[in-house]
């Protein structure tokens, strides 16, 4: 079982923002890599960004580069995700998860197990 809740999510119009929430209740993220993933209907799941732990290094996706910041308030123990400049092809379920790391212990935008995710939280970029 996830041990994230995901909230944040809404319809927006385009160009518009939203800022999604990861809060973990069982799991200090200050010490774990977290990933944001999205899936829309009909794909696979993607990783589109991912906190480092410690460090905080974030890495992103082509797709959101530019447009989407994630960052760690260690004191909240939540991970969170601003989302600017949104398009329609942001539309998806969004959910975070704890990553793997490459051999420098930075994040890497794949789910340590694909076996456990949350509810997610539902965006809906539309006119």
Request: hydrophobic share 30%.
């Amino acid at each position: 079982q996830s041990p994230f809740v995901e909230s944040g999510g809404g319809l927006v119009q385009p160009g518009g923002s939203l800022r999604l929430s990861c809060e973990a209740s069982t799991v200090t993220l200050e010490y774990v890599s977290v990933g944001w993933f999205r899936q829309s209907p009909g794909k696979q799941r993607e990783g589109i960004s991912c906190v480092t732990a410690l460090s905080g290094l974030a890495k992103y996706a082509d797709s959101v580069k530019g447009r989407f910041t994630a960052s760690r308030n260690n004191a909240e123990n939540t991970v969170y995700l601003q989302m600017n400049s949104l398009k329609p092809e942001d539309t998806a379920i969004y959910y975070c998860a704890i990553t793997s790391t490459d051999f420098t212990s930075a994040c890497v935008m794949t789910a340590a197990r694909d076996d456990s995710w949350g509810q997610g939280t539902q965006v809906t970029v539309s006119s």
